[in-house]
């Protein structure tokens, strides 16, 4: 379901003339005035910077904007020809995500340029817990994109940076975690620690116009950098009116918890496609978020009928068969015949597939159609790396953010509105708030998974506060063997974690016998809003979540510790039941009860590599 209100413009243009020539700096403040940017224009030179504060501390230092184009170098030699400021106050719904209704308030200030009979512009707005901006190209035909000057240079002295060290192969990451390297892939949250500020640098409203980029550092300078193999293949070719992706940056004071908790990537993004909506402005009800039971890593791929049945019997909504499921399915076993018996359950069925099978629009457009002939209602579509548009696979090292990768994933995109196809993609470059214009985008991978067996808790404990800021992540949760942490820090992450479809790795008849069933049953996979409670990346987060009236709290850290948890958030008032789920041991936990209000402090012992659950309900459901 989705509504707006309509955005509000204030809007005041002005000419520029020999007497407004001095001007240097124009300032623009976040709606609550805490963060304030100041565009610099060099006259002499002809060309644009900026710095920001939060507060009163300087984060960013003067940094460059500009981009080189076939149609002109818009680096420098520019002269400014007018500005003009707009408020931008909307409010919008998605059907998953941190919260249900999304509030998108900023100031916008754009500034037109002239150089060589060209015309181009920036937009530069600025949020209460950020900043973005993007270049604008008007004409037609096509324009060649040659590189950007556009940086972000960290003001302080003593940074720690997480993220991953660049080039990385979705499908085949590096852990996430501290990181020090030269070039670091999208996105990187650095902390100020003299600033004591946490600031996230990322790239947000991705599309097949442009390339998804990753920072060249020098010292705590980020410049945004093309695609190594983009440079192998050529320049960029967009087509006129040009709108580049937001460079965006996510500044937290203090803490962590404006950046865990931000949506600042989905409201950079353009609105929801109209062909998602009713009449009525609502979202159409084939896309649903759920829950999934996933066979590939738990096997038995070839007995559908069970993996139906284990779902029905958990009360989730999907099952997800794996590579190949249409050749193991055998007898009776057609993709039909399963389609029908799951729909007696009332289970939906989503497929695997390869993207050789999808990369030409034709190919897409018959392979998604013959799976919604057969009844599934979605795809997981993987190997964004091995289609046949890449001639060597192995030779390249970060193919999927070329925009050549990004074309292909827009006409699939397209696609699945077509056929009213819920989306996960796997082996796929990270989303950057797409799902707002595609919210049946549910999913993606780009991340180090359960489907390796061996990774650090320092990368699970990264997540949060970088790759799923970005969108939801496909880290397919819960395997006994596999994960590094205890059964309540695995149970922590169907909490912790956010993903319109949420896929668990073990296998189902292991999730119904597993005492932690009482719990993940009834965790949601969208959300009405999100709590930041405490944590430090790479070492440990504890996150609250509400769904309705009930409120779900997921805690998971590295090193050994007590969680102090205030329920200050809590209704007004109200007695809630709490369920809980702790360590006793790494492969058993402690199940507790208790009555709880918002003056209850909760303290819980999280072992090493270990965690909780915890499931606030309202007494007698009021």
Excluded at 84 to 105: A, C, F, M, W
Excluded at 216 to 235: A, C, K, N
Excluded at 344 to 367: C, L, M, Q, Y
Excluded at 407 to 413: A, H, N, S
Aim: net charge neutral; glycine share 8%; with cysteine.
């Amino acid at each position: 379901m989705r509504t707006s209100t309509l955005s509000v413009f204030v809007m005041v243009v002005a000419l520029f003339t020999s007497s407004f020539s001095t001007a240097k700096s124009i300032k623009v403040s976040s709606p609550d005035g805490r963060i304030v940017a100041t565009l610099m224009v060099d006259k002499e030179l002809g060309t644009l910077t900026y710095k920001v504060r939060s507060g009163d501390r300087e984060i960013i230092r003067e940094s460059p904007v500009g981009i080189n184009t076939g149609k002109g170098d818009f680096r420098s030699g520019m002269k400014l020809e007018a500005k003009s400021v707009r408020v931008i106050d909307e409010t919008y719904k998605l059907p998953q995500g941190k919260v249900s209704t999304y509030l998108n308030h900023a100031r916008e200030q754009r500034l037109q340029f002239s150089k060589e009979g060209q015309k181009p512009e920036v937009l530069f707005r600025v949020y209460n817990d950020g900043i973005a901006f993007r270049f604008v190209i008007p004409g037609e035909g096509e324009i060649r994109i040659i590189e950007e000057s556009s940086a972000i240079n960290l003001a302080g002295e003593n940074f720690t940076y997480y993220g991953q060290n660049h080039p990385n192969r979705y499908g085949y990451e590096s852990a996430l975690g501290p990181i020090d390297g030269e070039r670091m892939s999208n996105a990187v949250l650095a902390h100020l620690k003299d600033k004591d500020h946490f600031v996230l640098m990322a790239q947000a409203a991705t599309n097949g116009q442009y390339v998804q980029c990753h920072f060249q550092r020098t010292g705590s300078s980020f410049r945004y950098s093309f695609p190594i193999d983009q440079v192998r293949i050529g320049p960029v070719v967009a087509r006129l009116p040009f709108q580049s992706p937001w460079r965006a940056v996510v500044i937290s004071p203090k803490n962590p918890s404006r950046i865990v908790e931000t949506y600042l990537l989905e409201n950079l993004n353009p609105p929801s496609d109209p062909a998602y909506l009713n009449t009525d402005g609502t979202l159409k009800d084939w896309i649903r978020p759920g829950r999934v039971m996933w066979d590939f890593i738990a096997k038995d791929g070839d007995k559908p009928r069970m993996w139906i049945d284990a779902v029905a019997e958990m009360g989730w909504e999907y099952y997800m068969a794996d590579a190949g499921f249409a050749r193991k399915w055998g007898g009776n076993d057609t993709v039909p015949e399963v389609v029908k018996y799951a729909d007696s359950k009332k289970v939906n069925v989503i497929g695997w597939a390869h993207t050789r099978e999808f990369d030409t629009r034709e190919k897409a457009d018959s392979t998604m159609g013959r799976y919604a002939d057969w009844g599934l209602k979605g795809a997981k579509i993987d190997f964004f790396d091995q289609n046949t548009l890449s001639e060597n696979p192995k030779d390249w090292k970060d193919y999927q953010d070329t925009q050549q990768s990004l074309k292909m994933r827009d006409w699939i995109f397209e696609l699945g509105i077509q056929n009213s196809f819920l989306l996960e993609l796997h082996g796929n470059t990270i989303p950057t708030g797409e799902r707002r214009q595609y919210p049946n985008l549910m999913t993606l991978e780009g991340v180090d998974g359960m489907e390796r067996r061996t990774k650090p808790a320092s990368n699970d404990l990264t997540i949060p506060y970088t790759r799923n800021v970005m969108g939801p992540v496909s880290y397919t949760i819960v395997h006994f063997e596999r994960s590094p942490g205890t059964h309540a820090y695995q149970m922590a992450m169907s909490i912790v974690y956010e993903a319109g479809l949420m896929i668990y790795a073990e296998h189902g008849k292991k999730l119904l016998e597993w005492p932690g069933r009482e719990m993940i049953k009834d965790v949601p996979s969208n959300w009405d809003e999100i709590r930041f409670i405490d944590g430090m990346p790479a070492s440990h987060i504890i996150i609250a979540r509400r769904k309705g009236q009930d409120w779900f709290i997921g805690g998971m850290t590295d090193a050994a510790r007590t969680a102090n948890i205030p329920l200050d958030f809590l209704g007004d008032g109200k007695e809630y039941n709490a369920l809980i789920f702790m360590d006793e041991t790494h492969t058993t936990m402690l199940k507790e009860t208790q009555m709880v209000n918002k003056a209850t402090n909760l303290s819980l012992n999280m072992l090493e590599r270990g965690g909780f659950a915890v499931r606030l309900s309202p007494k007698n459901g009021k």
